[in-house]
């Protein structure tokens, strides 16, 4: 069974760059996989960042960026801000109706 | 604006059932998918299954025989009800609208969640 993979937890300083990436345990992730991003604070619903790759949501600041890196999906968030301290997710769409979430990544701004 | 509005919190049983509701409001009901999905204590999100605007339903593999989504256009609300409920079927379960009438259009707007807590 094909597991979504993200790293459990990444830093970064603020202003830096950060990139959260979302593999697959077998195969490449590409654009038919209409890779979504969602960050989540806790006691809150999930926000809606990214989809099909790269478009950002409505209201989303141009910072966070969605791209294939290679084999994965990648979001980038350019000049980290304290308040974007907070799980993200990425989703694939596997095919016949079916999707999967990566497990989330713990960003820690500091 | 576009509004999903979840039931509120149950307490429910071991092998009990459970149905959870969600109302929208602000766009056109019948015209998008309507996922569900869950967040256990502490851990990530797990994509359950969605209605369709053709009132398919489709579940993910964990979940079926389980799970059972269901809508109510005349109300514009979308049910999930799970049967058979074990401690770790406890969770915050979401509904999350997607972007379009298509099966590869990824989830938009999103319920507040609501949490179901089974233990005897």
């Known amino acids: 069974q094909t597991v979504v993979t993200q790293e459990p937890s990444f830093s970064v300083s603020p202003g830096g760059t950060v990139t959260l990436t979302c593999g697959l345990t077998?195969?490449?992730?590409?654009?038919?996989?209409?890779p979504s991003w969602y960050q989540q604070t806790p006691g809150q619903p999930p926000r809606t960042l990214v989809y099909?790759?790269?478009t950002r949501s409505s209201g989303v600041p141009d910072r966070f960026s969605g791209s294939i890196l290679g084999n994965k999906a990648a979001l980038t968030i350019t000049g980290a801000q304290a308040d974007d301290e907070s799980d993200y997710y990425c989703?694939?769409?596997?095919?016949?109706?079916?999707?999967?979430f990566g497990g989330g990544t713990k960003l820690t701004v500091l | 604006q576009v509004h999903l509005v979840q039931s509120g919190a149950e307490v429910k049983k071991p092998g009990a059932s459970v149905k959870v509701s969600c109302k929208a409001s602000?766009?056109?009901?019948?015209?998008?998918?309507m996922h569900w999905v869950r967040q256990a204590p502490g851990q990530g999100l797990e994509w359950m299954g969605w209605?369709?605007?053709?009132?398919?339903?489709h579940y993910a593999q964990k979940f079926q025989g389980l799970v059972t989504i269901t809508r109510d256009t005349s109300i514009s609300t979308t049910y999930m009800e799970l049967s058979r409920l074990r401690s770790d079927d406890t969770a915050v379960y979401y509904c999350?609208?997607?972007?379009?009438?298509?099966?590869?259009?990824?989830?938009?707007?999103w319920g507040q969640g609501t949490m179901v807590t089974v233990s005897s």
């Open positions: 077998s195969g490449s992730v590409s654009t038919s996989y209409y």
């Open positions: 209605i369709n605007p053709d009132d398919k339903a």
């Open positions: 602000g766009y056109t009901f019948t015209g998008y998918y």
């Open positions: 989703v694939l769409y596997m095919g016949s109706g079916f999707w999967v």
């Open positions: 099909s790759t790269n």
């Open positions: 999350s609208r997607a972007r379009s009438m298509h099966a590869s259009d990824s989830f938009d707007i």
